[in-house]
């Protein structure tokens, strides 16, 4: 049977994980903390005790952690899966990691016979449980067609951009553009909270207006309500993405990316308060009333 070995159970490694006991793959699991493998074990998942012990006859090895030093440390670390994966093995980067890591890695797995793709996902923790992720794939033509039998579990729309790097490059200016969009409703919320407008009519207004994207829908109701509970994308996520973008945008632009760099400037608050919280309880930060003079 063919074998998968998955590295990183957080809230989106979780579902993606199950997915591939869905298809029938034999699934090894490796996560820092045991405990959120635990009800995929009860359904037929091996647990690993390190990642190098997961990668053991792995056909694929899928990892979905959380930034690049977590990626490393799965990858190349001591007891990292590039330790006994085989020549040959499929190395699928899930995780949204910068673009220097991303083609850093291509080049580390690649020299150990590892054939590496960078595949970031677009969606939430449910589309991730129910394998309708979009997949931002970087690799090889005929890397990425050795690949997707074990990308078509997790995703139902796989878009190519081109070679290792690229699906990471689509990945960041995406959360960028979110970034900007989410910080940029905070402080109008913000403001017209602390003009006293009705902010029924203002939400109302804003979600059937021009500036209404899906950003902004998603985010509104909740930030108008300050109801953060279920958080699907955190505040240091949030930040992490929007940093590696505008790492990527200054060695590849002429000019200082100013708004990008205010929305990084604004999710640094907001992860330095509230790093594991919602990624829009940002308003809470923002909407405070001037201090009389
Ligand atoms: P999460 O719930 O915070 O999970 C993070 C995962 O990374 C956990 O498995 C965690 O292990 C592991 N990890 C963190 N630091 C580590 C380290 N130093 N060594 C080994 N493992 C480490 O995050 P998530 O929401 O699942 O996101 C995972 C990735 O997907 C991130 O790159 C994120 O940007 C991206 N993403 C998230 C969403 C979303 O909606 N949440 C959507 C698209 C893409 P523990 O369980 O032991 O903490």
Known sequence: M???AFIGLGRMGHGMAGRYLDAGFTVTLW???KAKAEDLIARGA???????DAAIDADAVVTMVADDEASRTVWLGLKGAAKTAKAGTIAIECSTVSYDHAREMGRE?????????????????DAAASGKL??????DAADLERARPYLEPIGSTIRHFGAVGSGTVYKLINNLMGAIQIAGLAEGLAIAEQAGLDMNLVLESILSGVAASPQVQR????????????ATFTAALRHKDAAYAVKLAESLLADKPLVSSAAVEAYD??????PDDDEGKMIELVSQPKKPS
Do not use: K, Q
Not at 134 to 139: I, K, R
């Open 2 to 4: 063919t074998r998968v």
């Open 109 to 125: 797995l690649n020299a150990r016979g590892l054939i590496y793709i960078d595949c970031p996902v677009m969606g939430l923790p």
């Open 31 to 33: 996560n820092r903390s």
């Open 134 to 139: 979009t997949l931002l794939a970087g690799a």
């Open 269 to 274: 608050r907001a992860r330095a308060t509230m």
């Open 46 to 52: 091996l647990w690993a005790t390190s990642p190098e």
């Open 219 to 230: 985010h509104s109701r909740r930030m108008v309500a300050r109801d953060f509970t279920g």
